[in-house]
């Protein structure tokens, strides 16, 4: 009585292990090549175990600037999506690396290409003629928007919509993984407001534009940013002048991201009597942060943390 | 390529799953979720009920509000009109040369030269090809630099290209001079190619390898020629004034080839080498002047007759490079490091050149590097008269360079670089400025 089961389960296992050799394909998962790590994360949710995901950029990395090394080529060849942030966050490397991976699949315009800020919603949108005196990065936009939780959830129905285009079998699996990405994001976003609720309109400073989208929707006033624009490093008098200006609104807190030089924006906290912050802005970028939901939830709580004190 | 094959594969791969199922104690791995083929209708449900969330998700911004988002949802903004536009960009190189001593060293002798002015006009041609433009603009002319298209993706993981380009007879040729870490060409592609470097019209093609588990990529091209090209305002040599006895070339001479494998390997997600082997052979023209008796119809005031020959000629080239950037600092901290060997196989003898550069990150916008430069040559570039080749010299220089970028699209460039060795002039020191401004699009740089 109980030697028969596993011998069936031993004889199914061998079945199943030869059919698996025979068609190599039939649990083949998609394979998805993203630029960013916070793309790769959401992509895991959607997709679970009927995608496999890789991203380009590191956490840690600067994603206006990656290094389209040739091994990245050989990745891109075999991809069945790509997927990137878009307002030419990546310009200055994935255009190259999608040009010589021979993949029509996942070129522009291909099944497999897929363009996040086509659905996010986008902040810095210039309204008018754009020229470069504007900073050198970000001439369409603000390209950071996956640090709004509302564009994380636009980005997971993006991925969802092709997972199930791609792969119909799949699309069950895909809208289920949407419904509770969703819902444990709304809930969390829930959390969140109301963990930061005692500090709305508190003034704070950050490096880089990346912190627009985060910084609204915790509710803090941003008084100013380390760079006086987009890619560009601040001037001794621009920095004094932002110092004055962070003093007068009392300023709290300076946000940095891991892959900036925190040495200026540590004399500008000292100076100006905020604290400094060095916050994850991809997943990845610190370990605790090591999906969508946990990078927000961590930068929640260091900067609810950072202000009470 | 369509994705079909694969899905119909995983649905029999479910199917037989399903028929095994009922003697499944354990489901396997990749049938969590076995759906019964009678069941589309359900399916259907799922497809609606998906469709439904993604359509709210994408047009419901209450779900987070986001209380100060000042523009309208992106639907209602499209914002990509003038991408049908190519991108037209424009570099301009400004030098300026403060040597101390030394006259001007310019091309035109002057102490501020604008060298050159390259527009470059690139876009995507329809989903099977992109066309690349670069015109260079400059004192004395207008010159096609490059003009290309390529075929992205062919079948067999082939990418061809056809039109004028720069060739991959090592690395630094395939840079544009105003965009390279130095401010002129290595010694050695000026000596054999130029001052532009390498660059012919044809045909090329390029496939991507893995057998050994690591980046290749194969290039083949078959190109119009291999001569040092002209350049702009330098004379003609005297054989001008004598009768050329000309010959046709056959299909062969009409004809050159290059090769190029390049290899790559990370070494850690900071630090990568990359090694590459060129060859290049093809045809040059030599003018061999006739054996002349005066007593014949052969005077003395005139040149003799020269005949029009062609003979072979071949590069061989090996280039290697190493770079580091630590990838959480990679826009204060970098290292790049390259070497290049080039030979040139001539009917004489062998000639052999080379360089090697490196250039440190100091800061975001500050750079320092340097280059040393070798390269055999025959002083003065005097045509060999008849049969007798002249013992060739080594040219050598050493360069050292900082450079400042305010931003992305704009750089200054100090260089000093010193002549070394027997042929270096009575004043070797060189100090040139090199300012460089670029407007339009971004412009990739290939790595
Ligand atoms: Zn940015």
Same mark, same amino acid.
């Given at each position: ?309 | ?57 994408? $047009? *419901? ?51 501020? @030269? ?69 401010? *002129? ?69 009409? @004809? ?44 003395? *005031? ?30 204060? $901290? ?15 003898? @062998? ?97």
């Amino acid at each position: 009585m109980t030697t028969k089961p596993s011998k069936i389960k031993t004889l199914t296992v061998a079945i199943a292990l030869l059919t698996a050799a025979a068609t190599p394909l039939a649990a083949d998962p998609l394979k998805v090549v993203t630029t960013t790590t916070d793309l790769a994360a959401i992509a895991r949710e959607i997709g679970g175990s009927r995608v496999r995901v890789k991203s380009i950029a590191l956490g840690t990395q600067d994603p206006h600037f990656v290094e389209p090394k040739p091994s990245l080529i050989l990745d891109l060849r075999d991809a069945d999506v790509f997927a990137e942030i878009g307002l030419q966050l990546e310009i200055g490397w994935a255009p190259l690396l999608l040009d010589q991976a021979r993949n029509p699949r996942i070129s522009r315009g291909g099944r497999g290409y897929l363009d996040f800020s086509e659905v996010a919603t986008v902040l810095d949108i210039p309204m008018r003629r754009v020229t470069r005196a504007e900073g050198d990065i970000h001439p369409l936009g603000n390209p950071h928007y996956w640090l709004g939780p509302e564009n994380g959830k636009r980005i997971a129905a993006l991925f969802a919509q092709k997972f199930a285009e791609l792969d119909p079998d799949g699309t069950r699996e895909y809208t289920n993984h949407l419904m509770e990405f969703v819902r444990r994001l709304d809930a969390a976003a829930a959390r969140w407001r109301e963990q930061l609720e005692p500090y709305r309109g508190t003034p704070v400073v950050a490096y880089h534009t990346s912190w627009k989208y985060f910084l609204l929707f915790a509710g803090m006033e941003i008084v100013g940013y380390i760079e006086p624009k987009p890619g560009i490093p601040p001037s001794p008098s621009y920095l004094a002048e932002l110092i004055e200006r962070m003093r007068r609104a009392g300023a709290k807190a300076v946000i940095v991201d891991p892959f900036y030089d925190a040495k200026v924006p540590r004399l500008v906290a000292e100076r100006a009597g905020a604290t400094l912050l060095i916050l994850p802005s991809s997943v990845g970028g610190a370990a605790e942060a090591d999906d969508y939901i946990s990078l927000l939830e961590y930068d929640v709580t260091k900067l609810s943390d950072a202000i009470r004190r | 390529m369509s994705h079909i094959p694969g899905t119909a594969v995983r649905r029999i791969g479910a199917l037989v799953a399903l028929a095994f199922a009922g003697a499944w104690p354990v489901r396997p791995a990749h049938a969590q979720d076995p759906k019964p083929p009678a069941d589309t209708a359900a399916a259907d449900t799922t497809k609606d009920a998906l469709a439904r969330e993604i359509d709210r998700l994408l $047009r *419901d911004t209450a779900g987070v509000p986001l209380p100060d988002y000042p523009r309208a949802a992106p639907a209602q903004q499209p914002r990509t009109f003038q991408s049908l536009n190519p991108d037209i960009s424009a570099i301009g190189e400004l030098l300026a040369d403060l040597s101390p001593q030394r006259a001007a060293t310019l091309e035109d002798g002057s102490r501020f @030269l604008m060298r050159e002015t390259e527009l470059g006009i690139q876009a995507i041609v329809d989903p099977f090809f992109r066309a690349d433009f670069f015109i260079g603009v400059h004192p004395e002319e207008v010159e096609v630099e490059e003009a290309y298209v390529t075929a992205l993706a062919l079948p067999g993981g082939l990418q061809a290209r056809v039109g004028r380009f720069h060739l991959p007879l090592g690395k630094i040729n395939l840079t544009h001079r105003p965009e390279i870490l130095t401010v *002129d060409y290595p010694l050695v592609l000026r000596e054999y190619f130029g001052e532009e470097g390498f660059a012919s019209s044809g045909l090329g093609l390029s496939r991507i390898f893995t057998p050994l588990g690591f980046f290749q990529e194969v290039q083949v091209y078959a190109l119009s020629g291999i001569e040092r090209e002209e350049e702009h305002g330098e004379e003609e040599g005297e054989a001008e004034e004598a009768e050329v006895i000309e010959r046709q070339r056959d299909v062969f001479e009409q @004809l050159a080839f290059l090769g190029h494998l390049r290899n790559y390997w990370d070494l850690s997600s900071a630090a990568n080498v990359e090694l590459g082997f060129s060859a290049a052979v093809g045809s040059v023209e030599r003018l061999v002047p006739l054996p002349c008796d005066p007593s014949e119809n052969c005077p003395l *005031d005139q040149p003799p007759p020269v005949q029009q020959t062609f003979e072979t000629q071949a590069f061989y080239g090996a280039d290697f490079t190493m770079r580091w950037r630590p990838p959480q600092r990679s826009i204060y $901290r970098s290292f790049a490091w390259n070497t290049e060997v080039v030979a040139n196989d001539t009917p004489e003898q @062998l000639w052999w050149g080379g360089f090697t550069q490196a250039q440190w990150q100091l800061s975001r916008r500050w750079y320092l590097g340097a280059r040393f430069d070798a390269v055999q040559t025959l002083e003065e570039h005097e045509e060999t008269e008849g049969a007798e080749p002249a013992e060739p010299e080594w040219r050598r220089a050493a360069s050292g360079y900082l450079t400042f970028f305010p931003s992305e699209f704009s750089r200054f460039k100090l260089g000093v670089e010193r002549e070394l060795g027997a042929l270096a002039s009575d004043d070797p020191w060189r100090v040139i400025l090199q300012t460089t401004f670029a407007i339009g699009p971004h412009r990739p740089h290939a790595f």
